[in-house]
């Protein structure tokens, strides 16, 4: 979303941590215990960074810069997200 679109993009982070939240609840019964800390991780990290870009100028330019800081953002946090998945995965299946 474009980053003058704060209220979409603060509404799109609510609306996925609380499906984190009602996913958990709702599963915890029917499923083994796994550890929910990371995706609530990645979810306020998420969050933090449309607060921290919501406070930017709203001209073209500091638009282009924020889209640009933002994708380079979104692939570290998701390698970062990634790895952490296969780091609690992996010695589960060996």
């Not at 984190?20 to 800390?37: E, K, M, N």
């Not at 282009?64 to 994708?71: L, N, Q």
């Amino acid at each position: 979303m474009r980053p003058h679109y704060v209220e979409g993009r603060i509404g799109l982070g609510i609306t996925a941590f609380l499906t984190l939240v009602a996913f958990q609840l709702t599963s915890s019964a029917t499923l083994p215990d796994v550890d929910y800390l990371i995706a609530y991780v990645f979810i306020i990290a998420a969050l933090a960074r449309v607060v921290l870009t919501s406070w930017c100028g709203a001209d073209e330019a500091a638009e282009k810069s924020i889209v640009r800081a933002d994708r380079i953002w979104v692939a570290v946090l998701l390698a970062a997200y990634l790895a952490a998945n296969a780091a609690v995965v992996l010695p589960a299946l060996v």
